[in-house]
């Protein structure tokens, strides 16, 4: 069975890093592109990073690019998503999912709309 599950989310003061992990089962194929999504209070679920599957191109939305990277190590099945200097803004619950796709062109051209499994998310809370 496909299974995602996050973990890292925590609270954190403005400023500061966190990395969240999304760990798949074994039975999910380590070669489909991995996105992250959040929702943030009073906000519909947004689009943060895609890494691709056979590749390591990713992508980023403008809100996060330069302080978020995100990472995969195939052999553990597992994706990470390093977050620096983290905002207020940043606040929300945390999301993997994956489209099946080995690319991440329907994270790109259909968001969250195209994500077939999730995961069910991990908090994280930027607040001092």
């Known amino acids: 069975q496909v299974q995602l599950v996050e973990s890292g989310g925590d609270l954190v003061q403005p400023g500061g890093s966190l990395r969240l992990s999304c760990a798949a089962s074994?039975?999910?194929?380590?070669?489909?592109?991995i996105a992250w999504f959040r929702q943030a209070p009073g906000k519909e679920r947004e689009g943060v990073s895609c890494?691709?599957?056979?590749?390591?191109?990713?992508y980023y939305s403008d809100s996060v690019k330069g302080r978020f990277t995100t990472s995969r190590d195939d052999a553990e099945n597992t994706v990470f998503l390093r977050m620096n200097n983290l905002k207020p803004e940043d606040t929300a619950i945390y999301y993997c999912?994956?489209?099946?796709?080995?690319?991440?062109?329907?994270?790109?051209?259909?968001?969250?709309?195209?994500?077939?499994?999730w995961g069910q998310g991990t908090q994280v809370t930027v607040s001092s």
């Open positions: 999912a994956t489209s099946t796709s080995i690319l991440c062109d329907e994270y790109y051209f259909q968001g969250a709309a195209s994500m077939k499994h």
């Open positions: 074994e039975s999910t194929p380590n070669y489909w592109s």
């Open positions: 890494i691709g599957g056979r590749e390591t191109q990713t």
